[in-house]
C-alpha cells in the first residue's frame, strides 16, 4: 500500500528540478533540466505536508537528511537522466546506491526492508498487489523524465482502481490497515480523491507523439508550484 501513495508521488521523481519562481519551464527546458539542492530543499519543503501519509521509516530519513545526502542524491538523479544506469529491480538499485552513492544505501536498504516487513503482513492479494505495483514502477521508469509521466500517467488509473477494490476486500481491508495505516488515511482522504477524479478522467498518451499534453498534465499535478516552473 506504500507504493500506491509512491505512485501518486512518483512524478515528483521525475521532475525533481525546477527555474526560479515565475519564470515558465518549456517541455524541451523539463526534459533537458539539471537537479540542483537548491530545487531538492524546495521540494523537500512542499511536499512535507504529504507526511502523516508517510510511516516514519519513510519520512524520517527525509526529514533528517545530510547535506552529503542531498549532494549524492542530487548527483544520482542526474546521473539517471544522463543515462549513466537504469535499475530493473530493488537488487540493481540497492547495488548502484552502495557503489556510487553511499551515503543513501543505508537508508533506502533499511526503509526497503521495513516495507517489505508490512508487505508480509497482508493477504495474498494484497502481497500480490504491492509486487506487481514495485515491478511496474521499475518498469515505468525511463531517464527522459517525460516518457516516465507518461508511463505513469498511464497506468495510474488501474493503479487507483485494484486499490480501491483492495480495500472492499473483506479478506484483505483488515490487514492492509494494520501494516500501512497511513496510506489507508491517504487512500481515504480528500487529497486522494482530487488525485483520482484527475486519474479516471486522463485519456492514454502516446508516450513519443504527446510530450506537450504529458508535460501539460505534469503541470495540473504540480500544486505547490515546485515540479514545472
Same mark, same amino acid.
Given at each position: $500500500?506504500?507504493?500506491? /501513495? &509512491? ?17 515558465? $519551464? ?29 510511516? &516514519? ?53 533499511? $526503509? ?24 511496474? $514502477?521499475?518498469?515505468?521508469? &525511463? ?9 505513469? /500517467? ?31 488515511? /491517504? ?27 504529458? /508535460? ?11 515540479? &514545472?516552473?
Amino acid at each position: $500500500m506504500l507504493k500506491v /501513495f &509512491s505512485v501518486v508521488l512518483a512524478t515528483v521523481a521525475v521532475v525533481v528540478l525546477g527555474r526560479p519562481s515565475g519564470e515558465q $519551464m518549456t517541455e524541451s527546458d523539463f526534459t533537458n533540466f539539471v537537479f540542483t539542492v537548491e530545487k531538492l530543499d524546495q521540494i523537500l519543503k512542499a511536499y512535507s505536508a504529504y507526511k502523516q501519509f508517510m510511516p &516514519s521509516y519513510v519520512w524520517d530519513p527525509i526529514e533528517n537528511i545530510t547535506d552529503e545526502q542531498k549532494t549524492q542524491a542530487v548527483q544520482m538523479v542526474n546521473d539517471y537522466h544522463a543515462g549513466k544506469y537504469e535499475p530493473k529491480n530493488y537488487d540493481d538499485m540497492i547495488a548502484v546506491l552502495k557503489k556510487s552513492y553511499p551515503a543513501l544505501a543505508g537508508p533506502y536498504e533499511t $526503509m526497503y526492508g521495513k516495507y517489505k516487513e508490512q508487505v508480509a503482513k497482508l493477504g495474498p492479494k494484497g502481497q500480490e498487489y504491492c509486487n506487481n505495483l514495485e515491478a511496474q $514502477m521499475y518498469s515505468d521508469a &525511463s531517464p527522459d523524465r517525460v516518457v516516465w509521466a507518461c508511463h505513469i /500517467f498511464n497506468n495510474a488509473k488501474k493503479a487507483v482502481s485494484d486499490a480501491k477494490a483492495l480495500l472492499l476486500d473483506d479478506s484483505e481491508e483488515q490487514k492492509i490497515e494494520e501494516a500501512f495505516p497511513e496510506a489507508v488515511t /491517504f487512500l481515504n482522504s480528500k487529497e486522494f480523491e482530487a488525485y483520482s477524479i484527475v486519474v479516471n478522467n486522463l485519456k492514454p498518451f502516446d508516450c513519443q507523439k504527446d510530450r506537450e499534453q504529458v /508535460f501539460n498534465t505534469i503541470k495540473l499535478f504540480d500544486k505547490h508550484n515546485v515540479l &514545472s516552473n
